[in-house]
């Protein structure tokens, strides 16, 4: 006969209600919201600051006549200009013209690495250490970056720091929704100073403008990283999987005491864990570790189709909202005010988006605001068709302004749905995919940005063209909103993808499902 475990009912019958035990949204809680999302804003300033290191001087000097970039590719004299940029330190212009956008490229390429190594680490060795290293990757490559030598090694010094950025991001997004009770984890994703950042970046980069001095200057915040390190604790989800009690309960006692309440007893945080029985055991009693490789052999279908939709959902919202942000430069109009305007519709779309998720599930905010988002993509591709736009430069930033601020409502809406998607076994894995994807998709959106340099309209009809196919993967997901984290793969929350089920969760997404019966990895 099974033994099964039973939990007395006068206490807390499993994680969620632990957290409610523990007052819910409290101090904690704001506390680590603030800590862990600060490191939002060093995270803007690195992935943002080559619109400003990769700008071309508007004039140049050949052999002491002063010369624009026409002129400057039929010098065959001296060529000088102020090294306030790579482009203007390296004659980065003509022939090598693609340099800049290819070195953005390199950097999205950084953070397809980062996404898949920082998250699997993140599951491995739990979210607190490989949060704090990903900052420390950041950091060192920014470092590099501003004393290159050359292109190359600044190239390398981007990878780097692009790696360090999306590991962080990914493995954020998931550290801090596995503090959360459900009513709030929707703020994980929309709450961070991302959109203030960027606007803070344009007034660094005005005053600022060397591009070796604004690097150091943007890495600053990072010298708080060893104030805070102390302050964060281990996820206890990740803690409760991996049925370290011990630690468990320490961190669990760090919670009730800032939020001013009563810790739970050790007897029932044991049967917690050994109820959830989170931890695999291989054959000669070691734990064992899921790779990236475990999860893409998975025969757990319904996992297999949320990593495929998630990764088609991320990769379109990336092109959107990376393209908007790299084809900056391609705007007229004063860059520093237009990077103000893109940060602050960010700011503004991360926090509208948590009353869209409020009232709406969270597949139908991300449909609903990529849709959006494409309809002005459209519009601007018709101006750039259609219109002068150094007549009508304001009818055309407002126009892309109100695409980035769609796009920035899907992707709080998105993050959401990758982090409550995933059990905690995997949940790093998976939103790792996902980021893989987002820095993919930054890839191909820098390029667009590079060709919107000789025909404005192809980057938008291009960037329109991708977000409607990406839109349409939401209909595929399983709603989230409202249901309980999923704490190991075996146990499934929900029925298998169909026509049938898509149409429910739309128009019924807070009715919880029955428990199916328990799948292998």
Same mark, same amino acid.
């Given at each position: !006969?099974?033994?099964?475990?039973?939990?007395?009912?006068?206490?807390?019958?499993?994680?969620?209600?632990?957290?409610?035990?523990?007052?819910?949204?409290?101090?904690?809680?704001?506390?680590?919201?603030?800590?862990?999302?600060?490191?939002?804003?060093?995270?803007?300033?690195? $992935?943002?600051?080559?619109?400003?290191?990769?700008?071309?001087?508007?004039?140049?000097? #050949?052999?002491?006549?002063?010369?624009?970039?026409?002129?400057? @590719?039929?010098?065959?004299?001296?060529?000088?200009?102020?090294?306030?940029?790579?482009?203007?330190?390296?004659?980065?212009?003509?022939e090598s013209a693609w340099i800049p956008d290819f070195i953005t490229s390199i950097q999205m390429a950084g953070m397809l690495f980062g996404n898949l190594y920082a998250t699997q680490t993140s599951?491995?060795?739990?979210?607190?250490?490989?949060?704090?290293?990903?900052?420390?990757? @950041?950091?060192?490559?920014?470092?590099?970056?501003?004393?290159? &030598?050359?292109?190359?090694?600044?190239?390398?010094?981007?990878?780097?720091?692009?790696?360090?950025?999306? *590991?962080?991001?990914?493995?954020?997004?998931?550290?801090?929704?596995?503090?959360? &009770?459900?009513?709030?984890?929707?703020?994980?994703?929309?709450?961070?100073?991302?959109?203030?950042?960027?606007?803070?970046?344009?007034?660094?980069?005005?005053?600022?403008?060397?591009?070796?001095?604004?690097?150091?200057?943007?890495?600053?915040?990072?010298?708080?990283?060893?104030?805070?390190?102390?302050?964060?604790?281990?996820?206890?989800?990740?803690?409760?999987?991996?049925?370290?009690?011990?630690?468990?309960?320490? $961190?669990?006692?760090?919670?009730?005491?800032?939020?001013?309440?009563?810790?739970?007893?050790?007897?029932?945080?044991?049967?917690?864990?050994?109820?959830?029985? &989170?931890?695999?055991?291989?054959?000669?009693?070691?734990?064992?570790?899921?790779?990236?490789?475990?999860?893409?052999?998975?025969?757990?279908?319904?996992?297999?189709?949320?990593?495929?939709?998630? !990764?088609?959902?991320?990769?379109?919202?990336?092109?959107?909202?990376?393209?908007?942000?790299?084809?900056?430069?391609?705007?007229?109009?004063?860059?520093?005010?237009?990077?103000?305007?893109?940060?602050?519709?960010?700011?503004?779309?991360?926090?509208?988006?948590?009353?869209?998720?409020?009232?709406?599930?969270?597949?139908?905010?991300?449909?609903?605001?990529?849709?959006?988002?494409?309809?002005?993509?459209?519009?601007?591709?018709?101006?750039?068709?259609?219109?002068?736009?150094?007549?009508?430069?304001?009818?055309?930033?407002?126009?892309?302004?109100?695409?980035?601020?769609?796009?920035?409502?899907?992707?709080?809406?998105?993050?959401?749905?990758?982090?409550?998607?995933?059990?905690?076994?995997?949940?790093? !894995?998976?939103?790792?995919? #996902?980021?893989?994807?987002?820095?993919?998709?930054?890839?191909?959106?820098?390029?667009?940005?590079?060709?919107?340099?000789?025909?404005?309209?192809?980057?938008?009809?291009?960037?329109?063209?991708?977000?409607?196919? *990406?839109?349409?993967?939401s209909f595929l997901m399983t709603e989230t909103k409202g249901q309980p984290l999923q704490e190991s793969v075996g146990r499934k929350r929900s029925r298998a993808f169909s026509v049938i089920s898509?149409?429910?969760?739309?128009?019924? &997404?807070?009715?919880?499902?029955?428990?199916?019966?328990?799948?292998?990895?």
């Amino acid at each position: !006969m099974t033994n099964t475990i039973q939990i007395s009912n006068t206490g807390p019958q499993n994680f969620e209600e632990i957290l409610d035990n523990l007052g819910g949204f409290g101090r904690f809680q704001i506390l680590i919201l603030i800590l862990l999302l600060f490191f939002e804003i060093p995270s803007a300033y690195i $992935v943002f600051i080559q619109i400003f290191a990769g700008i071309p001087p508007k004039f140049w000097n #050949c052999d002491g006549e002063v010369v624009d970039k026409v002129g400057a @590719c039929g010098c065959n004299g001296t060529l000088e200009a102020p090294s306030t940029s790579i482009v203007a330190e390296w004659h980065l212009i003509c022939e090598s013209a693609w340099i800049p956008d290819f070195i953005t490229s390199i950097q999205m390429a950084g953070m397809l690495f980062g996404n898949l190594y920082a998250t699997q680490t993140s599951d491995w060795y739990g979210r607190k250490y490989s949060t704090f290293s990903t900052i420390l990757v @950041c950091a060192l490559g920014s470092a590099v970056a501003a004393v290159a &030598p050359n292109p190359y090694i600044y190239a390398v010094a981007r990878f780097f720091c692009g790696a360090g950025f999306s *590991g962080y991001l990914s493995i954020s997004a998931i550290y801090t929704i596995e503090f959360m &009770p459900t009513k709030w984890r929707m703020l994980c994703g929309a709450v961070g100073p991302f959109g203030e950042a960027t606007m803070s970046l344009a007034l660094i980069a005005y005053y600022i403008p060397t591009w070796r001095y604004l690097t150091w200057a943007t890495m600053t915040p990072l010298l708080l990283t060893p104030l805070i390190f102390p302050f964060v604790p281990e996820s206890p989800r990740w803690l409760l999987q991996k049925g370290k009690t011990d630690e468990l309960v320490k $961190v669990l006692t760090y919670i009730a005491k800032i939020n001013k309440r009563p810790p739970i007893e050790l007897e029932t945080i044991e049967k917690i864990v050994a109820k959830e029985n &989170p931890t695999r055991k291989s054959t000669d009693g070691k734990e064992s570790r899921l790779s990236l490789f475990d999860f893409a052999k998975s025969k757990n279908k319904e996992i297999r189709m949320k990593a495929i939709c998630l !990764m088609a959902i991320f990769f379109a919202f990336s092109i959107i909202y990376f393209g908007l942000s790299f084809n900056i430069k391609n705007m007229n109009g004063n860059l520093y005010w237009n990077l103000v305007f893109l940060g602050f519709v960010d700011s503004v779309g991360f926090k509208m988006a948590i009353f869209v998720m409020g009232r709406l599930s969270r597949r139908l905010a991300v449909f609903l605001s990529m849709t959006i988002g494409v309809f002005f993509l459209v519009v601007l591709a018709i101006f750039q068709l259609t219109l002068d736009v150094s007549e009508f430069s304001t009818l055309f930033l407002v126009a892309a302004l109100l695409g980035k601020f769609s796009s920035a409502i899907t992707r709080s809406a998105a993050r959401a749905l990758a982090g409550e998607s995933f059990p905690t076994s995997v949940r790093a !894995m998976g939103s790792g995919l #996902c980021g893989a994807s987002t820095a993919f998709g930054g890839v191909v959106g820098a390029q667009l940005a590079y060709f919107g340099t000789k025909n404005p309209s192809i980057p938008f009809f291009a960037f329109a063209i991708i977000g409607i196919f *990406g839109s349409l993967f939401s209909f595929l997901m399983t709603e989230t909103k409202g249901q309980p984290l999923q704490e190991s793969v075996g146990r499934k929350r929900s029925r298998a993808f169909s026509v049938i089920s898509t149409i429910s969760n739309l128009v019924l &997404p807070n009715i919880s499902k029955k428990e199916m019966c328990n799948t292998k990895l």
